[in-house]
């Protein structure tokens, strides 16, 4: 279903200072940190350059590919694959130097953490067990899209920010904050197509429960989009 939207939505998963969690140092530090309960194959898609290393948090052996700059990250990029023996809750964390994109649509993750991983700028995350994300350290994201059951979300840091697709269960009054949050910078972006582009659009998918009653006017007002799918 995820897979759908994604596809029909666009034809249509820490650094420096992160916070807690995220750091330059340290035994414990990493750019992404993801919970997931599952069992057998699990897999993302990272982007950007040099190495990224993964430690499935199952005391394998951690894994480290090169990664690659690419023009369209969300259809390609370098994947990370594990296969868990049984399901049970375990902790994934990600460190590399420059991370730029992340993709992942395992329905299993219980939470997602991406404030170390500040070189992001492509994000992608499907999951039906995931409620919240802070993006708020994510300054240079320019597309964002989550496909699951947060009830609010916050760009109001996202400044670069000029592509969102959100299906989640955002109420009308989640989703007219969630308008408010959007800045309204003119900003020149090349979409994955290539087609240079000042257009700032946002996608709200079918399962959000307030798209028929939210106030669109709060995005349009800002230079925004507002569009369904």
């Known amino acids: 279903m995820a897979g759908a939207l994604i596809a029909a939505a666009f034809t ?24 997931t309960e599952a ?13 990224a290393t993964v430690d499935w948090g199952d005391g394998s052996e951690q ?13 390609s990029g370098v ?17 590399g130097d420059n991370i730029t994109g992340l993709r992942c649509d395992e329905y299993n993750i219980t939470s997602l953490d991406v404030r170390g991983a500040t070189a992001l700028t492509d994000l992608y995350v499907s999951s039906e067990n995931l409620t919240s994300l802070d993006v708020s350290k994510n300054t240079a994201l320019t597309i964002l899209g989550v496909w699951g059951n ?14 969102l ?40 998918g079918g399962s959000n429960p307030g798209r028929n009653d939210c106030d669109r006017s709060i995005a349009e007002r800002k230079g925004w989009t507002v569009r369904d799918y």
């Open 12 to 35: 249509a998963c820490g650094g420096s200072g992160g916070g807690s969690g995220g750091g330059s140092g340290g035994r414990n530090s990493y750019k992404i940190k993801m919970t």
């Open 39 to 51: 069992g057998g194959d699990f897999s993302f898609r990272l982007g950007g350059s040099g190495v």
């Open 63 to 75: 894994v480290s590919l090169t990664l690659q700059e690419t023009e369209n990250f969300y259809y």
């Open 79 to 95: 994947r990370f694959n594990h296969t868990y023996p049984s399901a049970t809750i375990r902790t994934i964390t990600v460190n």
């Open 150 to 163: 947060l009830t609010s979300l916050d760009v109001s840091k996202n400044t670069a920010l000029t592509r």
């Open 165 to 204: 697709l959100v299906s989640s269960q955002l109420s009308a009054s989640a989703l007219n904050t969630l308008f408010g949050t959007l800045h309204s910078n003119i900003i020149e972006h090349t979409y994955w197509q290539d087609n240079p582009t000042t257009e700032k659009s946002i996608d709200i």
